[in-house]
């Protein structure tokens, strides 16, 4: 019996016991680990990292990836600063910004949903053309600092507080809240369950699925948009630079370490919120032991390609999984 | 006598073209040297393989060279390999089986291009390395002393953070790309300063991949923990105004001190002097380094090198320690004056 309930463990499961292992363990060894300042710490640091989370998950439980989401974020974003150093007022200069961002998601849905270019070509193209291109025409440098949004409401979104809790962790929590309450209780929200399960079921019931695809990556450009925000306004620029960094593999790491499978149709942002979680301890916990940056990405992969053993051997892959196919 | 008339006219016509054009090089008297000295540039060719253009070191670099490429008619290519080290690698392939005069190359760490500078030096191509020094020395290299630079961050460091501070003397160090030579010599500087103040206590040591955001993150975490920390060594101040924002957001500034560095650009220089968020700041001048590599250039056109890579000039950057104290109206410079007027 025993036995049974043990190979129920899913991966969120099995990446949440680890996630509390792991904060045992760090709240043991280290005296300032358990400090509520240190909590708020580690939340805020992956809060970026949780809301393109989210937007990654929109996008795979519908069956596809988002793979331009950094770059969308970066030039939206650094667009809107400079812009707004430069005359224009916030309001319009973060109203064109969010425009472009949406602008390159529609892009997106259009080249996957109506010209079916697998999105995981479509947007890696779209995020090195959308990013360069911006880059070429309409920004000046790579780095553009946030100068004159300097104390406005804007410059609140991702250095502010309410109540002593940091305002990036409180925008994660209502993505996140938004997102979950979409997918559950929306019908669009249910249609991008059923697209992703089975994309030509869900069309031969009527589901129409090219707008839903559409939507899905309008989507995902509107929260990386508002990520691009929260990182820009918490350090005062943004570095476009981060478009070429590896840090589009870090959220699909959160999104599938937290037990969304490639192939679609399942999982909540639930998994999201777990998988971050997870990364958010280990990060933090390494840096107040001061352990070494590279053996930090070592210890990393490790224990992410421990949480992955541990489910191929517990959820071993049946007939049906293995035919669907991942990405 | 029809033909002598026209002859005499065509021959006037050519006699005046000739005074003309004899005087108008009579305007610009030759001392003897700089008609030789231009020629020796006009229509050659030189590279530029930058780690990434867009940031204010490489754009005040290239300004320079552009402003020297118009000015002499040398043509100047710049290949931007936008932060990738395999790209860069293959411009400065490509450029080697074009055979320019010169390459100048901006190398990303200390090992990626010291084969293909060495490999290009074979070629008989002359190569300037500028910033960040490699392992292969090519013919000249313009930049600064990383150890150098370093010594003098910690030393600012411990006038704020050691003896009779009154503080806890507890520092953090953050560091960029750790293969980057900022951190090979940069650390080794750091700790060989410290030796002599063993007051200083080092907490945390992390590397932040010159990213701001990172940088936040793993400051933001270091302030938690460490309750009296003292302050930040960071090495790029691109990099460490996400240090100073970390600070800011935990209210602790005035507290913790960040000492930076960077190419004396005014936004992230001398205005995070002004508003506090650096205390203290070496910058390199990148202005000035700019000025440097045009001579250099200049100086390997005119005086090509018979065994290129053979000798090394090195032209290390004087470096300038910035801090409200001392800084001046000019002690930085904007990147659209050195775009428009040069550097």
């Known amino acids: 019996m025993s036995g049974r309930s043990i190979t129920k463990l899913s991966q969120e499961k099995i990446v949440a016991i680890i996630t509390v292992a792991l904060i045992l363990f760090f709240s043991v060894s280290l005296n300032s680990f358990l400090t509520a300042g240190n909590i708020l710490a580690l939340l805020q640091n992956v809060a970026i990292l949780g809301i393109l989370g989210v937007a990654m998950a929109l996008a795979i439980i519908g069956r596809g990836i988002d793979l331009s989401v950094v770059a969308i974020m970066a030039i939206s974003v650094a667009w809107v600063l400079q812009l707004n150093n430069g005359g224009v007022a916030l309001p319009q200069a973060v109203a064109m910004g969010f425009a472009l961002a949406l602008v390159i998601g529609l892009v997106n849905g259009i080249l996957i949903a109506y010209l079916e270019i697998p999105a995981i070509f479509a947007t890696l193209a779209m995020g090195t053309a959308a990013y360069g291109s911006v880059r070429a025409l309409l920004l000046d440098d790579n780095l553009v600092y946030l100068k004159a949004a300097e104390g406005t409401w804007f410059k609140w979104i991702g250095s502010g507080q309410v109540y002593g809790i940091p305002s990036p962790i409180l925008i994660f929590a209502a993505i996140a809240l938004i997102a979950h309450l979409f997918l559950r209780f929306t019908v669009s929200g249910r249609f991008v369950f059923a697209m992703g399960d089975n994309p030509l079921a869900a069309r031969a019931t009527g589901v129409p699925i090219r707008a839903l695809m559409v939507l899905q990556y309008l989507l995902t450009a509107a929260i990386a948009f508002v990520a691009g925000v929260v990182m820009a306004t918490a350090v005062d620029s943004m570095e476009t630079r981060v478009a070429r960094s590896n840090l589009v593999y870090d959220i699909i790491l959160v999104v599938v370490i937290g037990g969304i499978g490639l192939n679609g149709g399942k999982g909540s942002i639930r998994n999201v919120l777990v998988g971050t979680l997870l990364i958010g301890v280990l990060l933090n916990g390494m840096t107040i032991m001061n352990i070494p940056y590279t053996l930090q990405n070592i210890i990393k992969s490790l224990i992410l390609l421990a949480a992955i053993i541990i489910d191929a051997v517990m959820n071993p892959r049946d007939e049906q999984t293995s035919q669907q196919g991942d990405i | ?343």
Request: glycine content about 10%; aromatic content about 6%; overall charge negative.
């Open chain 2, 1 to 343: 006598m029809k033909h002598f008339v026209k002859g005499c006219a065509v021959a006037a016509s050519i006699a005046i073209g000739a005074l003309a054009c004899a005087g108008s090089v009579s305007a610009a008297p030759d001392d003897g040297l700089i008609n030789e000295s231009a020629a020796a540039l006009k229509g050659k060719k030189v590279a530029f393989v930058p780690i990434a253009m867009g940031f204010d070191l490489t754009e005040a670099w290239a300004a320079g060279l552009k402003l020297d490429a118009q000015r002499f008619g040398y043509e100047l290519t710049i290949r931007d390999p936008n932060w990738s080290v395999d790209a860069g690698a293959q411009a400065i392939s490509q450029l080697i089986s074009e055979q320019p005069d010169v390459i100048v190359v901006h190398p990303p760490e200390i090992q990626a291009y010291s084969r293909l500078i060495q490999q290009a030096n074979a070629a008989g191509i002359p190569v300037i390395t500028v910033s960040l020094k490699a392992d292969a020395n090519g013919d000249v290299f313009v930049g600064p002393d990383w150890y150098d630079l370093a010594v003098k961050e910690t030393e600012s460091m411990v006038k704020m953070c050691g003896k009779d501070s009154g503080k806890s003397g507890k520092i953090a160090v953050m560091q960029g790309v750790l293969t980057n030579p900022t951190s090979q010599y940069g650390i080794q500087a750091i700790q060989d300063t410290l030796k002599n103040h063993p007051e200083i206590q080092i907490v945390s040591n992390q590397g932040a991949d010159w990213d701001a955001s990172k940088a936040h993150a793993i400051a933001s975490t270091v302030i938690k923990a460490n309750p009296d920390l003292c302050g930040f060594i960071g090495l790029w101040d691109n990099m460490d105004v996400g240090i100073a924002a970390a600070i800011k957001e935990a209210g602790k500034q005035g507290q913790i001190a960040v000492a930076s560095s960077g190419g004396g650009n005014q936004v992230s220089g001398c205005d995070n002097i002004e508003n506090g968020n650096f205390a203290s700041y070496v910058s390199y001048d990148a202005k000035g380094q700019a000025r440097d590599l045009m001579m250099a250039v200049r100086t390997i056109l005119q005086n090509k090198p018979a065994t290129p890579g053979e000798h090394t000039v090195g032209l290390y950057t004087p470096l300038k320690v910035i801090t409200k104290d001392t800084m001046t109206a000019d002690s930085c410079w904007k990147l659209d004056d050195v775009k428009k007027f040069g550097p």
